[in-house]
């Protein structure tokens, strides 16, 4: 009885380090490193998302994320795409929140917040998807936007007018037409008094000869 009882001890305990080892193999495996597999990659889901395979790309895009790949940003985005075309509004809205919340300044930020509102008129929560149109023409249309965008036009249009160095001859001669041009441009935007008296006095030595 004793010699049984032994036996069925070891029988048991070989039992338990064979599950244990089984255990050990699964959490070591890595099934992008098995034979044949692709290792994932941002231009891997952007073929996947070309050839409209949203369910892999979904695959894809969180292994991307779960390593931390440097394309995570551009990642994150295409899997709530990728969820939306599936017809998983209410998941590709998490993911696209997930973006809006962790990287405010990130360049998806507002590609995800024009795919929730997209989302939401599919679900047909016009409200909602309005109120997200409505802050984005605000936001677009502020004066304050207006002088951001006439200060890039101002900054190029003050490039084309230095003349340069002697030393570098592979420079390109100053372009007083275009900067006259892009200093107009800027004076039919809504700009403050100040700015807009310093591009007048800007544009005075480019006016076009003959013009």
């Known amino acids: 009885m004793k010699t049984a009882t032994v036996a069925g001890g070891f029988v048991m305990m070989r039992r338990v380090g064979m599950l244990l080892g089984a255990c050990l193999l699964w959490l070591a495996w890595d099934p992008w490193s098995s034979a044949g597999a692709e290792v994932p990659t941002l231009g891997r889901l952007q073929a996947e998302m070309r050839a409209r395979q949203f369910p892999q790309a979904v695959v894809t895009a969180d292994a991307l994320i ?3 790949d440097t394309a995570m940003g551009e990642a994150t985005y295409l899997k709530a795409l990728a969820l939306f075309h599936t017809g998983k509004f209410q998941e590709s809205m998490a ?7 962790q990287n405010p300044k990130s360049d998806w930020q507002f590609k995800a917040l024009y795919l ?5 008129v599919e679900q047909k929560q016009f409200k909602e998807a309005a109120a997200i149109y409505e ?4 936001r677009i249309l502020s004066p304050q936007r207006k002088q951001e965008l006439a200060g890039v036009i101002i900054q190029f249009a003050d490039k084309l007018t230095v003349t340069p160095a002697a030393n570098d001859p592979g420079a390109s001669p100053p372009d007083f037409n275009k900067a006259y041009g892009l200093y107009q441009k800027a004076l039919t935007m809504e700009i403050g008094r100040d700015l807009r008296d310093e591009v007048m006095f800007k544009k005075s030595p480019c006016y076009p000869a003959g013009g």
Do not use: F, G, H
């Open 135 to 138: 802050a984005e023409a605000n």
């Open 66 to 68: 779960a390593v931390k």
């Open 116 to 120: 929730k509102a997209q989302a939401l």
């Open 95 to 101: 993911v696209s929140d997930t973006i809006l919340a």
